[in-house]
C-alpha cells in the first residue's frame, strides 16, 4: 500500500519489445514478489524474493526475468518471449515467508499489441 | 504443487442479505490469508488464520479455518455496498513454504 510504489500505472508496448516494470518499497521488507492478474484467475505467481540477490521462480515465470540488487528495488522485465503478456501486474512486499501479511503496490496494467 | 481452489467465483445479493464463500486446499495449510480487492484497486489484507479451527471476527466479517486446516471461509454478515469487491484466500505451507498460494477469487456485487 503506502511503502510500494510501481510505475508506471498503465503501460503500452509493441509485440516484441521488452519492457520493465519498476517496484519500490521503503517499508524494510525482506520479502519481495511479483504477481499477474488476469480476469477469472486470480493471482499467479511469476518470481519472489525472499533476500538480496536471490529469487526463485514462480507458477507462471517462464518468460519473465527480475533482479534483486538491492532491499528495496525488485524490477520485472516482460520479454518478447511471453506469450500473452497483456494483464495487470502487481508487486507486493513482506517480512519474509508466507506466514507473514503481504503489501501490495498499486499494480501497472500492460497492454502489448 | 499445491492448489486452492475458491468458490463461487461471482456472487451477487441484495444489500442486507449474507455472503460467504470458501476456500478449499488441496494440501494441508500452516496458515491461511484473506484479501480484499475493490474495483480498479489492489489487495489489501483482512486476516490470517493459523490455528486449527480457529474463529476470528471483524464486526461484520467473520473468519473460519477448519480442524483439518484445509479449507477456511469468509461470511459478511448483513452486505453492504462498501462490502462489493474480489475476495482472496492466499494458503501458505505444506509445498509452498515461501510464498502465499492465492484462490480465483470471488467477485462480490452488492445490490442496494
Known amino acids: 500500500d503506502g511503502g510500494i510504489t510501481q510505475s508506471p500505472k498503465y503501460l503500452f508496448r509493441k509485440e516484441g519489445q521488452n519492457v520493465t516494470l519498476s517496484c519500490e518499497q521503503n517499508l524494510n521488507h525482506d520479502a519481495m514478489y511479483w504477481y499477474r492478474q488476469d480476469p477469472g484467475q486470480g493471482l499467479r505467481l511469476i518470481y519472489y524474493s525472499q533476500i538480496v540477490n536471490d529469487f526463485q521462480k514462480g507458477d507462471i515465470a517462464e518468460g519473465y526475468s527480475v533482479s534483486r540488487e538491492k532491499k528495496e528495488s525488485f524490477p520485472l522485465t516482460v520479454t518478447s518471449a511471453q506469450k500473452n503478456p497483456t494483464a495487470f501486474y502487481l508487486c507486493a512486499s513482506s517480512w519474509g515467508d508466507g506466514s507473514y501479511e503481504q503489501y501490495f503496490g498499486p499494480g501497472t496494467r500492460l497492454t502489448v499489441t | 504443487g499445491q492448489q486452492v481452489m475458491q468458490i463461487p467465483q461471482y456472487q451477487h445479493v441484495q444489500e442486507g442479505e449474507d455472503f460467504t464463500t470458501y476456500c478449499n486446499s488441496s494440501t494441508t495449510l500452516s496458515n491461511i490469508q484473506w484479501y480484499k480487492q475493490r474495483p480498479g484497486g489492489h489487495p489489501v489484507f483482512l486476516i490470517q488464520l493459523v490455528k486449527s479451527g480457529e474463529v476470528k471476527k471483524q464486526k461484520r466479517l467473520t473468519f473460519q479455518f477448519g480442524e483439518a486446516k484445509k479449507n477456511s471461509s469468509l461470511h459478511i454478515t448483513a452486505t453492504q455496498t462498501t462490502d462489493v469487491g474480489t475476495y482472496f484466500c492466499?494458503?501458505?505451507?505444506?509445498?509452498?513454504?515461501?510464498?502465499?498460494?492465492f484462490g480465483q477469487g470471488t467477485i462480490l456485487t452488492v445490490h442496494p
Open positions: 492466499a494458503g501458505a505451507g505444506g509445498t509452498s513454504y515461501g510464498k502465499l498460494t
